[in-house]
């Protein structure tokens, strides 16, 4: 037998190594890197032992710094996204603040089913220089340092205090991170003695065997259960959700739908899996939803529900169809089963397409059918309508959704539009028109403002072919715009459209619905000593930054800016002022957002007496 052949590496040097060396076997046979770059902000806790092994695989390991640590992993979690989960990027910081900077990327990324490998530095496992500076040091718990706060964040956490232990925890992290019904964060909190101890790492280690993504089949049992469930009904309507788009059901998902009659819906995270004129596309459901799909959902005598969360604002808190029954189709059984509904566990394209094998003779009821395509129809008619009328005052989100899409004459709408939080993402989920899956990037699921710069980042280095049109309001613009410095020295060109309607205007609209006064949300309605609210100058900010910028003056000056930008080679940074209380009316549902019961304000009495006659409609 002969001797098992080893290299004297540190752990990190290790780490840095497999992560270069692995790679995705593509159905044709082709093996591309699976690790797309390492993001890093370095600090005592990770600049000599992860950064002298980052410098030693630049080659075959691209490193980018960023300006601050949880945009970078915002950018790393857009990257996945953007390549539907087949490629991954990493993060490493420093312990303490650079570290923690991060926990709020890893619940976005926890919630939305996102991969991304973090790896903050960590206190000494010796303790020799116990406490070491940004220790946390809890009084009553030795064992507790701040990167603990990623535990219920990260769908695997590991904290290696011994070199060797990279052996295992690697393999194990990359096994979720691939994996499709675990998929989302893990975290490898790295002691920094550990990250520079070296250890006799097995060479067979460094040469990791490439990925092949699972696409679990559905059980036989389950799928014949599901197929009498769709046969017994007459009016289905498919709920389409952001596993859909990682499975990569378009085709079925379309075939399906042109071959029984069964509409579709998209959710937040679905949305682009159907081309947006597809004949029976009702477009977007919920709370952000188009009339045509919410009203089809009210009649619908089964939701088949497709890579779905079932979140509350697909489901109008469960008062929009809450009481129909229901078919999850989802990778992650957890899904599969929400609302009590009948599960079938698989990949959505193969779920999708042995339905579509299973049904031959069945389909949705004529009347339906037409039905569907009418108000899909009639729907596309509006959005367009909405989107290019000629703005009354200020114009709103609608205007300027249109003047991105008309400035873009030659691609036939194959621009990557990003999003999170805000009015933005309701308005977009409604009238963006999205050729293509991925089209359309929104992370609503965690709704986490200051995603949107960073995360255009992210879309950009995945496609760097693509234009990639960050849409953003000023309030998540002043969360977080350091990556617009960071686009310009990675020559990632953005196309920003900066919306200023001078304060949080979503928020600001839902206090005044709930019948509070308008108070602390727009600058113009905040505390202000001197008496005068801020005027902020975000062109000028952004030209600080280095990209080039301009006010316009109003959508037609947008429209013209916007084709200039599509020719320069260069981030653009475009700022409209809009109005705060100005939205599309059509579509919606009721949301679940509890009212006080007691209040001198009548505004706030009226809002509860009509939040408790919303809740009767409430399914639990």
């Avoid at 691209?62 to 490629?87: C, D, F, G, S, T």
């Avoid at 953003?472 to 990675?490: F, H, Q, R, W």
């Avoid at 990209?547 to 940074?573: G, N, Y």
């Avoid at 009721?590 to 009548?602: I, M």
Wanted: contains cysteine; proline residues 5%; neutral net charge.
């Amino acid at each position: 037998m002969s001797a098992r052949q080893t290299l004297r590496l540190t752990m990190a040097q290790a780490l840095a190594r497999y992560l270069a060396a692995l790679r995705v076997q593509e159905p044709d046979g082709t093996l591309t890197p699976y690790v797309g770059g390492v993001w890093a902000i370095f600090g005592h806790g990770n600049v000599a032992g992860m950064g002298q092994a980052l410098a030693e695989t630049r080659d075959a390991l691209p490193v980018l710094r960023a300006h601050n640590e949880q945009a970078m992993a915002h950018a790393a979690i857009a990257y996945a996204k953007a390549h539907m989960r087949r490629r991954i990027m990493a993060a490493t910081t420093s312990i303490g603040p650079g570290a923690t900077n991060m926990v709020t990327a890893a619940a976005l990324a926890h919630v939305n089913r996102l991969p991304v490998l973090l790896l903050p530095g960590d206190t000494f496992a010796s303790r020799a220089p116990d406490p070491v500076l940004q220790q946390l040091e809890p009084f009553g718990d030795g064992d507790t340092t701040a990167n603990d706060v990623f535990r219920p964040v990260s769908r695997y956490f590991d904290r290696l205090v011994r070199p060797e232990q990279i052996l295992t925890a690697l393999p194990r992290a990359i096994q979720v991170l691939s994996d499709p019904a675990q998929c989302g964060p893990v975290t490898l909190a790295l002691p920094q003695d550990v990250q520079t101890q070296a250890f006799d790492c097995p060479l067979e280690f460094l040469q990791p065997a490439p990925l092949h993504f699972l696409r679990p089949p559905p059980d036989e049992d389950a799928l014949r259960r599901a197929v009498v469930a769709i046969r017994a009904t007459r009016r289905p309507l498919l709920v389409v959700g952001g596993g859909a788009l990682y499975a990569q059901a378009s085709e079925a998902l379309a075939a399906f739908a042109k071959a029984y009659g069964v509409p579709v819906a998209e959710t937040q995270a679905g949305k682009g899996t159907l081309d947006w004129d597809h004949p029976m596309n009702l477009g977007a459901i919920g709370v952000t939803g188009s009339p045509a799909s919410n009203a089809l959902a009210a009649r619908a005598d089964l939701i088949i529900a497709v890579g779905s969360r079932l979140q509350d604002f697909t489901t109008g808190s469960n008062s929009l169809f809450g009481d129909t029954p229901l078919l999850s189709i989802n990778v992650q059984a957890l899904d599969a089963g929400k609302r009590r509904g009948q599960a079938l566990v698989a990949d959505a394209a193969l779920a999708l397409a042995q339905l579509g094998n299973a049904l031959t003779g069945w389909r949705a009821d004529l009347d339906w059918t037409e039905a569907s395509r009418r108000l899909g129809a009639q729907w596309r008619e509006r959005v367009l309508a909405l989107t290019t009328a000629a703005p009354d005052g200020l114009p709103y989100e609608a205007d300027v959704i249109g003047a991105v899409q008309s400035s873009d004459t030659a691609s036939s709408h194959h621009d990557i539009v990003v999003c999170a939080a805000g009015t933005l993402p309701a308005e977009l989920h409604k009238l963006w028109r999205s050729s293509l899956p991925g089209g359309y990037h929104v992370e609503y699921g965690y709704s986490c403002m200051g995603y949107e710069i960073a995360g255009g980042l992210g879309v950009k280095l995945a496609h760097p072919d693509k234009e990639v049109i960050v849409m953003v309001g000023d309030g998540s613009y002043l969360m977080m715009n350091s990556e617009i410095a960071t686009s310009v020295m990675l020559g990632c060109k953005l196309i920003i459209v900066l919306l200023d309607n001078r304060g949080f205007g979503c928020i600001n609209r839902l206090q005044h619905a709930c019948g509070g006064e308008n108070y602390n949300n727009l600058l113009d309605d905040c505390i202000a000593p001197a008496g005068i609210a801020p005027r902020i100058d975000f062109a000028a900010h952004a030209r600080s930054l280095g990209a080039h910028a301009e006010h316009v003056a109003d959508v037609a000056e947008l429209v013209l800016r916007l084709r200039e930008a599509r020719s320069r080679q260069h981030t653009t940074v475009l700022v409209i002022d809009t109005s705060a209380s100005r939205t599309t009316s059509d579509g919606g549902c009721w949301w679940d957002v509890a009212v006080p019961e007691v209040s001198d304000r009548a505004q706030a009495q009226a809002a509860h007496a009509a939040y408790v006659a919303n809740k009767r409609r409430q399914a639990l």
